[in-house]
Each structure stands twice: as structure tokens, then as C-alpha cells.
């Protein structure tokens, strides 16, 4: 039997963005993500098309479970790490229940996603406060792309990915990000910004000579989202005469359809017409350094909040 948990111990909730666990999951998945909405067949039957491509469901929740443990198992006894989706089981409300009712009070949260926006993290902060209303103690990590084990880390898969490269110092370098639109520059959102200087950080790391950031997966809606598109960039770089790119998706920490299918499907395609040698880093998923940031950003945010 587990042990119960003791009141003096802080909850820690993991959240991410969740996936279908089949394709027969997919349509209503689409729909949670919309609101409620319906999504017009052929797009149902697109992105039923993608899953099946990459193995038939999603690997985030499994992923990202394995990452809770690694965390629950650096931070120790005097926390309990849960997991909750944003769009799919186990939703954060439902694993808000499970943390009220193992007679926990206290909880940080912390989104697998290191760079915030109010569009992406912040909407993980309004599902874990509408769901713990005053039941729950809530510290809420906004960002920890600066952590120095989170860069040393995708520094490292850089490393690692160059020397796939006939002439790794001559390799030109794309850290990705999942676009947004545009609109969010107008209240000023450090999305961009924080994208860009974990860029600059990474870069500076590994000692790279030609760099720059792009954004993928941008949504299919008519208003502009942020750019440049990284398929655009792959192309401006193979038609200057470049053999080789290597892309870093550094907004993204674990393997799911953005990395599994628009990268390594989509944009290899395009490598493929282009005559280049595309190659990625590997997703840093439970790797011992992003663990051990998540880890010591939640111990911290315990810690001044004088929980421990």
C-alpha cells in the first residue's frame, strides 16, 4: 500500500499539454482543444493521418510521467509529484481532486514548458487556481528557461547532434519554438524574448558561429503568427549553398506530434527535395538535467513560500 501522505509534505503538479492516447481519441481531443468546438473532417482526418505516422497516439503523458518521476525522486520525501494535462486525461482539474483528496495543502505547479506566455504556461496557472480555489496553498512557477541545467543540457544535444555533420563547425544552427500569434507582442509577452536569449545562451555554450531562431507548428487560423516559419528558414539556407542544418526545438522538452511529425516528417521531406542533410537534436524527455532544473525550481519556489 502507499503511504499516506503527511500534511506537512507539498504537492507538486507537473502539467503539460496532453495528446490523444489513440486515434480514436483524436477527434475528441480536437475538440477539447477547441473549446468545445467541432473540427471540420478533413482536418480530423489530417491529424488522425499524423498520429498514425508517428505510432498511433501520443507519447506525452507517458513522457511526461517519466519526468514527473525523475523530479519526485531528485526533490525526496517531503514532496508527492502528481501529473496533469491541459487537454487530455488526466486533466489538471482531475488531478487537482487527487491532491485535495490525499489531504494535501499546499502545491507548485510547474508547466513542462520553459518559456512562458500567457497563452500557453499562463493558461496551465488559470486551470490549477480556478481548480484548487481556496482548498489548496498554490505556488506557480512561471518560467525556468535559465536554469543553467536546463541549458547545459540542450547544450549537450548539440554537441552530440553536430557531430553527425561531415563539418560540424560549418553547420548552421535553428532553435524552434512553437509559434503564437502575433498578437501577444502587443501586451508585451516575454515569449519571444525568452525564447531568444535561451538561444543566445545555448549558443554561446556550445560555441556557435551561425545561429538564429525560427518558430514551427503554427496554428491554422487566418491572423499572422510569430515567424520566421522554420521551414522558410531550412529553405533560404539550403538555396545559399548549405549541405547541412541542424534544428534545436529548445521550446519544446520531450517527443510528441510537433517534434515527431512536423519535424521529423514534414521538414525532412522538405530536406529531402532540397538536397540537405537535416538533422535535430534528441529530446531532452527525462534526461538527469532537466529533471534536476524542474526539480530546483519547484524546491526553490517551496522554499519561499516557507514550505520546508
Known amino acids: 500500500m502507499a503511504a499516506e501522505p503527511s500534511p506537512l509534505q507539498v504537492a507538486v503538479l507537473v502539467m503539460a499539454y496532453g495528446g490523444p492516447g489513440s486515434i480514436d481519441e483524436v477527434e475528441p481531443y480536437l475538440m ?11 482536418l480530423v482526418d489530417e491529424i488522425r493521418a499524423r498520429y498514425a505516422r508517428i505510432g498511433g497516439r501520443s507519447p506525452i503523458l507517458d513522457l511526461t510521467r517519466a519526468q514527473a518521476v525523475g523530479i519526485g525522486r531528485a526533490l525526496g520525501d517531503r514532496f508527492r509529484v502528481y501529473v496533469g494535462m491541459r487537454h487530455w ?62 541549458l ?3 547544450t549537450d ?14 553547420v548552421p544552427v535553428i532553435f524552434t519554438a512553437h509559434s503564437l500569434p502575433e498578437h501577444i507582442l502587443a501586451s508585451a509577452d516575454p515569449y519571444p524574448e525568452e525564447i531568444r536569449r535561451s538561444a543566445e545562451e545555448v549558443a554561446r555554450r556550445a560555441r556557435l558561429a551561425d545561429w538564429r531562431v525560427a518558430y514551427q507548428s503554427a496554428g491554422a487560423t487566418q491572423e499572422p503568427w510569430l515567424g520566421p516559419d522554420a521551414e522558410d528558414v531550412i529553405t533560404e539556407l539550403a ?60 524546491r526553490t519556489a517551496a522554499s519561499e513560500r516557507g514550505w520546508l
Open 152 to 154: 547545459d543540457a540542450v
Open 32 to 42: 477539447d482543444v477547441r473549446g468545445g468546438r467541432p473540427t471540420k473532417p478533413q
Open 239 to 298: 538555396k545559399s549553398g548549405h549541405k547541412g542544418v541542424l534544428l534545436v526545438p529548445i521550446g519544446f522538452v520531450c517527443d510528441h506530434v510537433e517534434i515527431l511529425y512536423d519535424i521529423d516528417v514534414e521538414y525532412q521531406a522538405v530536406a529531402r527535395r532540397l538536397g540537405l542533410q537535416l538533422e535535430r537534436t534528441a529530446s531532452l524527455n527525462d534526461d538527469a538535467g532537466l529533471v534536476a532544473a524542474v526539480a530546483d525550481v519547484v
Open 89 to 150: 486525461r488526466p486533466y489538471i482539474q482531475e488531478t487537482v481532486e487527487a491532491i485535495v483528496g490525499a489531504g494535501q495543502r499546499r502545491v507548485v505547479g510547474v508547466a513542462m514548458a520553459p518559456h512562458y506566455s500567457n497563452m500557453s504556461v499562463g493558461a496551465y496557472e488559470k486551470k490549477l487556481l480556478q481548480a484548487a480555489g481556496d482548498r489548496l496553498e498554490t505556488s506557480l512557477i512561471r518560467s525556468w528557461w535559465s536554469h543553467p541545467r536546463f
Open 157 to 170: 544535444r548539440v554537441t552530440q547532434a553536430l557531430q553527425r555533420f561531415p563539418s560540424p563547425s560549418a
